[in-house]
């Protein structure tokens, strides 16, 4: 396995839960790629608020078969709440218990800052969405399927839901990919709309977990090496990691689009051409940025939800992360709150200096809210490549199968979801699945 985010860890604990002794190398010191943990004076934070939802049962399982003691994650209802008292013309949304979509069809009837109007042409839109079979034309974008909803709804309720999930604007987001997270989400029971939150930081929540499991079956998991899939004189395959070749007889290639290149070299490229194809294919992937901005306050302040809608300006969502607070080391600043801003897919203001957008996002929230306390802390994680764009006619790659021997496991290898934790967790379980397959029927 090259790569222990969590494509790579899902990967790994199929493998090992099948009784495979595997091996995963990590080029970075810890193991999540891009959803992992970032410590900053003390505080154990995550590079970015990613997005959970209940129906990414996937993520959850796997969670739950590695740490079957614990649970690292609490549940709350989906909703969009506005953050402060002067969003005036917010609506507010909270999707309710109920079997399949009914959850969210009396939520939208009891939205508040709707007329009965734009509630209707809500609830029909969707009942239409559900008839097609959350069908969507190849190349349409969000904007073109949202079109036949009021203006208010479009931009106060499934705007900012495309932007949290797709990590790209509405009016360049895939509206498949979008239609199939609101068919997941809005599915076979009322808790698959419900946001997750992890309590504790995004390495330790599954990644670690799995580390311990594939170890306690034999595994091996390092972590600060770098590996590359190569071929020897004899067309036999080799992962390399510094001066040693390690012969394989399978490998996983779980790492990001932009590092597949680097990953297989000259060598396994020209006993194995296919393999050049993947890397032509993922060479015209676009991406965009994500930026968190980690705001602290001496004092407290009630938020309406723990997760809430900003006005966009430019930050698009606050969450309240008082377990890192919890479990901050000594000597960590003191502080009574701790909120993390998202400001998703906007490469003009993630260019500029932190310091700046530290000041912009304390003043916004200040505007929503006149009453918050002094800042006293903060800092800023941008990921430049958070994720592809996830647009209709972005570039696919074939999976999980590269070549004889060589599969690929990534968000962006699983495309009926977008960029997201899920997504990376489904491919490396089919990666996996596929490397089974191949065995038993090696031996058939």
Known sequence: MIGGGY??????????????????????????????????????????????????????????????????????????????????????????????????????????????RERLANVAWLRALERDGFRRPAGETVTTLLEPLPRRVREQLWEPLCLAALNTPPVAASAQVFAHVLRAAFGRTGADADFVFPTVDLSAFLPEAAARFVRARGGAVEVGT?????????????????????????????????????????EARAVQPILAAAIDSVRNFAYEPLATVWLGYATRSAMPYPIARLDDAPGQWVVERSDVLTAAAAGAPRLAQLLAVVISAAGAQLARAHADLVRDVD????????????????????????????????????????????????????????ATIEAAVRSGIVAAQAVLADRLARRG
């Not at 091996?23 to 934070?45: C, F, K, S, T």
């Not at 590079?47 to 969670?63: E, F, I, K, P």
């Open 226 to 266: 770098t590996a590359r899939l190569t071929h020897g004189t004899g067309g036999e395959a080799l992962v390399v990691t510094g001066a040693a070749q390690v012969p394989v007889t399978a490998t996983i290639l779980a790492v990001g689009p932009h590092r597949l290149e680097m990953t297989i070299t000259p």
């Open 363 to 418: 003043a916004q929230l200040r505007r929503l809210r006149p009453d918050l306390p002094a800042l006293v802390w903060s800092f800023v994680v941008v990921e430049k490549r958070a994720t592809y764009a996830c647009t209709p006619l972005r570039p696919s790659v074939a999976a999980p199968r590269l070549a004889p021997g060589v599969y690929l496991a990534g968000d962006y290898a699983y495309p009926e979801f977008p």
């Open 7 to 116: 494509a790579g860890c899902a990967a790994a604990v199929t493998l090992a839960a099948a009784g495979v002794r595997c091996a995963v190398y990590e080029a970075a010191p810890l193991l999540g790629g891009r959803a992992r943990r970032v410590v900053r004076d003390g505080l154990a934070l995550d590079n970015g608020q990613h997005l959970l939802l209940g129906a990414y049962r996937s993520t959850l399982d796997l969670v739950r078969q590695v740490a079957p003691t614990v649970q690292p994650f609490h549940r709350r209802p989906l909703a969009i709440v506005p953050f402060g008292a002067t969003q005036d013309d917010a609506v507010s949304l909270v999707v309710r218990r109920a079997p399949g979509r009914l959850g969210l069809g009396l939520g939208l009837l009891m939205a508040r800052g709707l007329t009965l």
